[in-house]
């Protein structure tokens, strides 16, 4: 059986909370997607490509120079995109947004498939996303779809972004969440929804402990712990 979990789902349904706790207790890899569609679209701002360039952007993406490595002293994978440390830079709402446009772009999804798939090794795979369980990873054992209210989510995200420093509105975020929610929702290409064998997981009254504690039960019934 492929050592595969994907975690699909919304902004801030807490995707990429779980899937770090998880990794870090199985061992597992972790491939946080969404980061690779943020450096697309930060590397665009960077170097001035438009975000509806197709053919620039997917030849960017396809030769995309990113590192993921292990912070000293953490558990924390880091980015370093061109020779650069860009976990912070690319966090905020704005860089969201513009991956969230350069996404839904399929020159430049193709451009990023080989890269994910690389990330399934025999030491098994945890997998964050918007379509891990519908594209990257079809035949994954154990599919789970994150989900929260838009309210509780941008709560969530307000809190992340004050303690990193970014000055925001609850509200602004609420919007953004909810455009965001849209575009990703209603493109044409890989769009985001539950895989047919996805199991559902509503966060929004649930801790970090429970949603983890669901998902190892799951992994736990098909005997991948
Ligand atoms: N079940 C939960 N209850 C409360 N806060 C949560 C929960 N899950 C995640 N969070 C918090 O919400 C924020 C967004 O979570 P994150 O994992 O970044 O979401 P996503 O990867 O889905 O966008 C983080 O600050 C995280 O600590
Ligand atoms: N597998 C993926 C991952 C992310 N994306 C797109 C859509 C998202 O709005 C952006 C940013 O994703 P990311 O997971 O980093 O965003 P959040 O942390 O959930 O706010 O990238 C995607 O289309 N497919």
Not at 66 to 81: A, C, H, N
Not at 94 to 113: F, I, Q, T, W
């Amino acid at each position: 059986m492929q050592k595969v979990i994907t975690i699909d789902g919304p902004s801030g349904s807490g995707k990429g909370t779980v899937a770090k706790i998880l990794s870090q207790k199985l061992g597992w890899n972790l491939l946080d997607s969404g980061a690779l569609y943020r450096l697309v679209a930060f590397g665009a701002l960077k170097h001035g490509i438009a975000l509806d360039d197709e053919p620039a952007l997917s030849e960017f993406a396809l030769k995309l120079d990113v590192k993921f490595v292990l912070q000293e002293g953490s558990e924390l994978l880091i980015p370093v995109f061109e020779g650069e440390d860009v976990a912070k830079q690319i966090r905020t709402e704005e860089c969201g947004a513009a991956a969230s446009k350069v996404a839904a772009l399929n020159p430049v999804r193709d451009a990023l498939l080989d890269r994910q798939r690389a990330f399934a090794t025999d030491a098994g795979l945890i997998a964050d996303g918007r379509d891990m369980g519908t594209v990257v990873f079809p035949d994954a054992p154990v599919k789970i779809y994150l989900n929260a209210s838009a309210e509780e989510r941008a709560e969530r995200r307000y809190n992340q972004l004050k303690l990193s420093g970014e000055s925001v509105s609850i509200a602004a975020i609420l919007n953004e969440i909810r455009t965001r929610d849209e575009r990703d929702m209603n493109r044409e290409v890989a769009p985001l929804k539950p895989a047919d064998d996805a199991i559902e997981i509503d966060s929004t009254s649930l801790t970090i402990d429970q949603v983890v504690a669901r998902i190892s039960e799951a992994l736990s019934n098909v005997g991948l712990i």
